[in-house]
């Protein structure tokens, strides 16, 4: 009898429990958001400086409000910090040994992982350990890494990009979760996807799935239409069985060109997902089909534009970044290219309903280069955006949502390479981070006026800022088991 009290406890009460919340709906109650940590970029901006991570102020009630508090630089140039992910997470909910203390900062060009202590000092940030690329390298085979999750097991998991010369290859980092020592790969030998990028994993359903960029000697210095006439950016998703460490299925994506974040619904009995085609434009559901395999459809199509004075004759949106409320409820997307900013309802995930839409800046503002000679969905080019008297340059990009749904920042910095050759002002004046106000009962976006952060005004001269985490986890950060 005992023995069954004693296994029934830690669920029902958690006396002490680990990081982050025992369900997203939980997560959704959780304390206010008073400090941002995001990347920031010299790479490609001709200041020879290092990379940053910047930890910015955003409780209302505070003096510094909006303001950059602290900046820890990394130790080398040209590394290009991009995505961030944590040594534990609420896939470690139920473990009290395990704290959210380090922040996981996988560089994309150098392969570098660096470890940050945000445990000691929330609002100062410091180094705890660099992860070198040759160690990856001669442990893996692999480098250009991107997305880090943490797992239940404790470890930490980090995708990559390509091999260490720069050719397609998605594979798996696995680290110590405690000394964050280069254990080798998740996957089995030899069972690397042809092309990486991001990866969400659902154990109930024994899946993750994985999505791919290009190689990175294709997309390093720039982005080239012929490659994609040629068939090097990717077009699929790889559905992996979670404990066996190896592919069962490649979904062949239609109109589904580079695929990049992939979302599952955050509740871990659900069987589906989306994943943003950002050179296609489109969403696309993944789901579980009766069979008990994999599938995939196309939800949501943001049409192309037919424009005059830029590098194609049509513009797609460009959707880069996708998020889903804790709730399941709302499905987020960011268009780099037109500007816009979109949510949908997505209580029917096979139906997603249009219900708020914002435009940011973007490449077919008014008294642009731009014009557009055809429009499926717009009367008039949108008129550029000005926030405190800032002209915005660039367009909405990275996304974060707080807990509870209400607010959505958002920076405009895509990659330097790519920022370089579509938005050269935001090479010369910096990106910014934008706050939006969410109704979370009807639907709908508004910009707030008074939230401005400038990243062009920062003392080494203007950077390029990127993704934003909360100290106590996210809805892109944190997966339930």
Same mark, same amino acid.
């Given at each position: 009898?005992?023995?069954?009290?004693?296994?029934k406890?830690?669920?029902?009460?958690?006396?002490?429990?680990?990081?982050?919340?025992?369900?997203?709906?939980?997560?959704?109650? #959780?304390?206010?958001?008073?400090?941002?940590?995001?990347?920031?970029?010299?790479?490609?901006?001709?200041?020879e400086?290092?990379?940053?991570?910047a930890?910015?102020?955003?409780?209302?009630?505070?003096p510094?409000?909006?303001?950059?508090?602290?900046?820890?630089?990394?130790?080398?140039?040209?590394?290009?910090?991009?995505?961030?992910?944590?040594?534990?997470?609420?896939?470690?909910?139920?473990?009290?040994?395990?704290?959210?203390?380090k922040l996981?900062?996988?560089?994309?060009?150098?392969?570098?992982?660096?470890?940050?202590?945000?445990?000691?000092?929330?609002?100062?940030?410091?180094?705890?350990?660099?992860?070198?690329?040759?160690?990856?390298?001669?442990?893996?085979?692999?480098g250009?890494?991107h997305?880090?999750?943490?797992?239940?097991?404790?470890?930490?998991?980090?995708?990559?990009?390509?091999?260490?010369?720069?050719?397609?290859?998605?594979?798996?980092?696995?680290l110590?979760?405690?000394?964050?020592?280069?254990?080798?790969?998740?996957?089995?030998?030899?069972?690397?996807?042809?092309?990486?990028?991001?990866?969400?994993?659902?154990?109930?359903?024994?899946?993750?799935?994985?999505?791919?960029?290009?190689?990175?000697?294709?997309?390093?210095?720039?982005?080239?239409?012929?490659?994609?006439?040629?068939?090097?950016?990717?077009?699929?998703?790889?559905?992996?069985?979670?404990?066996?460490?190896?592919?069962v299925?490649?979904?062949?994506?239609?109109?589904?060109?580079?695929?990049?974040?992939?979302?599952?619904?955050?509740?871990?009995?659900?069987?589906?997902?989306?994943?943003?085609?950002?050179?296609?434009?489109?969403?696309?559901?993944?789901?579980?089909?009766?069979?008990?395999?994999?599938?995939?459809?196309?939800?949501?199509?943001?049409?192309?534009?037919?424009?005059?004075?830029?590098?194609?004759?049509?513009?797609?949106?460009?959707?880069?970044?996708?998020?889903?409320?804790?709730?399941d409820?709302?499905?987020?997307?960011?268009?780099?290219?037109?500007?816009?900013?979109?949510?949908?309802?997505?209580?029917?995930?096979?139906r997603?309903?249009?219900?708020?839409?914002?435009?940011?800046?973007?490449?077919?503002?008014k008294?642009?280069?731009?014009?557009?000679?055809?429009?499926?969905?717009?009367?008039?080019?949108?008129?550029p955006?000005?926030?405190?008297?800032?002209?915005?340059?660039?367009?909405?990009?990275?996304?974060?949502?707080?807990?509870?749904?209400?607010?959505?920042?958002?920076?405009?910095?895509?990659?330097?390479?790519?920022?370089?050759?579509?938005?050269p002002?935001?090479?010369?004046?910096?990106?910014?981070?934008?706050?939006?106000?969410?109704?979370?009962?009807?639907?709908?976006?508004k910009?707030?006026p008074?939230f401005?952060v400038?990243?062009?005004?920062?003392?080494?001269?203007?950077?390029?800022?990127?993704?934003?985490?909360?100290?106590? #986890?996210?809805?892109?950060?944190?997966?339930?088991v």
């Amino acid at each position: 009898m005992d023995r069954i009290l004693e296994l029934k406890l830690p669920a029902t009460k958690c006396e002490k429990c680990g990081p982050g919340y025992p369900t997203p709906l939980e997560a959704m109650k #959780g304390p206010r958001e008073e400090i941002i940590y995001l990347p920031c970029i010299y790479r490609n901006t001709g200041i020879e400086a290092p990379d940053y991570l910047a930890t910015v102020d955003v409780d209302p009630k505070s003096p510094h409000y909006c303001q950059v508090i602290h900046r820890l630089p990394m130790p080398n140039l040209k590394d290009e910090l991009h995505h961030s992910g944590w040594n534990t997470c609420s896939s470690c909910f139920g473990d009290s040994t395990k704290s959210r203390t380090k922040l996981m900062l996988p560089c994309l060009m150098s392969s570098r992982i660096y470890v940050v202590d945000v445990g000691s000092e929330p609002r100062a940030p410091k180094l705890h350990k660099v992860i070198e690329a040759e160690d990856i390298h001669a442990k893996c085979d692999l480098g250009y890494i991107h997305t880090s999750h943490c797992l239940a097991s404790g470890e930490v998991m980090v995708s990559s990009l390509g091999d260490p010369k720069g050719n397609g290859k998605g594979g798996f980092v696995l680290l110590d979760g405690e000394t964050f020592e280069v254990k080798g790969t998740w996957e089995r030998p030899g069972g690397a996807a042809p092309m990486g990028y991001d990866f969400w994993y659902q154990p109930r359903h024994n899946v993750m799935i994985s999505s791919e960029w290009a190689a990175p000697n294709v997309f390093r210095d720039g982005f080239n239409p012929a490659d994609v006439e040629a068939g090097l950016y990717g077009s699929h998703l790889h559905v992996w069985d979670w404990q066996r460490h190896e592919i069962v299925q490649t979904l062949p994506l239609q109109d589904g060109l580079i695929p990049l974040e992939v979302r599952f619904l955050h509740n871990p009995d659900a069987a589906q997902g989306f994943v943003g085609c950002a050179l296609s434009s489109t969403i696309q559901r993944f789901y579980k089909n009766q069979g008990g395999t994999w599938s995939v459809e196309k939800v949501i199509q943001v049409p192309p534009k037919k424009v005059k004075g830029w590098m194609l004759p049509e513009m797609p949106g460009l959707i880069t970044d996708i998020l889903l409320s804790l709730d399941d409820r709302f499905l987020y997307f960011s268009n780099w290219l037109h500007g816009d900013l979109r949510q949908y309802d997505i209580s029917d995930p096979q139906r997603p309903r249009l219900t708020g839409q914002l435009f940011l800046g973007g490449s077919i503002v008014k008294g642009g280069p731009v014009q557009v000679l055809e429009d499926q969905e717009l009367k008039s080019q949108p008129e550029p955006l000005v926030v405190k008297g800032k002209r915005v340059p660039g367009g909405p990009q990275m996304i974060q949502l707080s807990l509870d749904g209400k607010r959505l920042y958002v920076t405009t910095s895509l990659y330097s390479a790519w920022d370089k050759q579509f938005y050269p002002d935001l090479i010369r004046e910096g990106s910014v981070m934008l706050q939006i106000d969410v109704d979370t009962v009807k639907g709908g976006l508004k910009l707030n006026p008074n939230f401005l952060v400038d990243f062009g005004k920062e003392p080494l001269g203007p950077a390029l800022a990127h993704e934003l985490r909360y100290p106590g #986890g996210d809805c892109s950060s944190d997966i339930w088991v």
